[in-house]
């Protein structure tokens, strides 16, 4: 995985409770991308960084904060979870310049789950 | 709502065997990439091609863009049980850099 990490990698959490999850990338790439992946949706994007302190929201971006404070971190913040967060959630980074056409590459994933 | 939209769903095929899927888009694109994931894994970036491309080869890989039609096809060539996996289309829609991705093709390649 292209120097891309994500912590936790399992969480399980009660319905009601903020949970962070976070991002970290060693590639100093600008653009950072949360996504949730649920079966029969493939990949929806929740939302995006395209530089520090820079976000906007992707499709499916309500329940959902992020912060990017520093290049390198992406967090994501589920300020009271609820049972339909619950899901598979990737980090991905990309650049432009040169050949590359914004292609993506991916965390590892977090596995949540709300109880 | 997704952009892509791949077919089939699922296909199994036989080792050795050439396995073929589709994804058609909505609107206008840059560019369309094929991504694939391993059970349990973060997706991986397999290629990409540009509007203005017509066909390009990665190893096994051979894929096609059709714009008029608003289509792709992703042909694996000779399978391996590894290439056992879901594949994913993505599309990056003109003056934008996000990308939007389909539900996926399951693919097994059976021994």
């Known amino acids: 995985d292209a120097g891309i990490t994500q912590s936790p990698r399992h969480k399980v959490t009660e319905t009601g409770t903020p949970v962070t999850l976070r991002c970290h990338q060693t590639e100093n790439h600008r653009y950072m991308y949360w996504y949730r992946q649920d079966p029969g949706h493939g990949l929806r994007l929740i939302h995006y960084?395209?530089?520090?302190?820079?976000?906007d929201k992707g499709e499916v971006s309500d329940g959902y904060s992020v912060s990017r404070s520093k290049t390198e971190d992406f967090l994501l913040t589920l300020e009271s979870a609820t049972s339909s967060q619950t899901s598979v959630y990737f980090c991905?980074?990309?650049?432009?310049?040169?050949?590359?056409?914004?292609?993506?590459?991916f965390g590892p994933g977090t596995r949540l789950t709300v109880t | 709502s997704q952009q892509g939209e791949e077919d089939p769903q699922a296909l199994s095929i036989q080792e050795g065997e050439n396995a073929t899927m589709n994804c058609s888009y909505k609107?206008?694109?840059?560019?369309l990439q094929w991504y694939r994931q391993n059970s349990g894994r973060g997706l991986v970036h397999l290629i990409l091609i540009r509007s203005n491309e017509r066909e390009k080869h990665s190893g096994r890989l051979r894929v096609t863009l059709d714009t008029s039609k608003k289509s792709s096809s992703l042909l694996i060539t000779a399978s391996r049980a590894a290439d056992t996996a879901s594949y994913f289309c993505a599309t990056v829609v003109l003056n934008d850099y996000k990308l939007s991705f389909g539900a996926g093709t399951t693919v097994t390649v059976r021994a």
């Open positions: 960084s395209y530089g520090v302190k820079d976000t």
């Open positions: 991905a980074i990309s650049f432009h310049g040169g050949d590359s056409a914004y292609e993506q590459y």
């Open positions: 609107t206008s694109i840059n560019n």
